[in-house]
């Protein structure tokens, strides 16, 4: 069992850069590939950015790609989004999710259906 507590959410300016946070509890964390999705009103939810298991493997959508970084601190179970150059249209509501892992480790997730631990999501939202 994960739970996964989102932060760092908020009202930033286009162009600007925020910082998002997940803390993961339980013993699972270190063998999760983890996500952060967003969805946005009215448009169905999508992967930004997946890191493998063992942080080696990262993949990006195109729209995020060369703005947002993904990263994972193992030793205090959080995953990270730094995100910037901020544009209006990634205002959307962000979460993290975890898919245990089994063997391997190196495999990164987009489909959302895979996942099996999702956070309560923040709020990002980007002004023009």
């Known amino acids: 069992q994960v739970q996964l507590v989102e932060s760092g959410g908020g009202l930033v300016q286009a162009g600007g850069s925020l910082r998002l946070s997940c803390a993961a509890s339980?013993?699972?964390?270190?063998?999760?590939?983890m996500g952060w999705f967003r969805q946005a009103p009215g448009k169905e939810r999508e992967c930004a950015a997946a890191i493998s298991m063992t942080g080696g493997t990262t993949d990006y959508a195109d729209s995020v790609k060369g703005r947002f970084t993904i990263s994972r601190n193992d030793a205090n179970n959080t995953v990270y989004l730094q995100m910037n150059s901020l544009k209006p249209d990634d205002t959307a509501v962000y979460y993290c999710?975890?898919?245990?892992?089994?063997?391997?480790?190196?495999?990164?997730?987009?489909?959302?259906?895979?996942?099996?631990?999702w956070g309560q999501g923040t709020q990002v939202t980007v002004s023009s």
């Open positions: 339980g013993r699972t964390f270190r063998t999760s590939a």
């Open positions: 999710a975890a898919k245990s892992e089994y063997y391997g480790g190196t495999n990164v997730y987009t489909e959302p259906r895979v996942y099996d631990y």
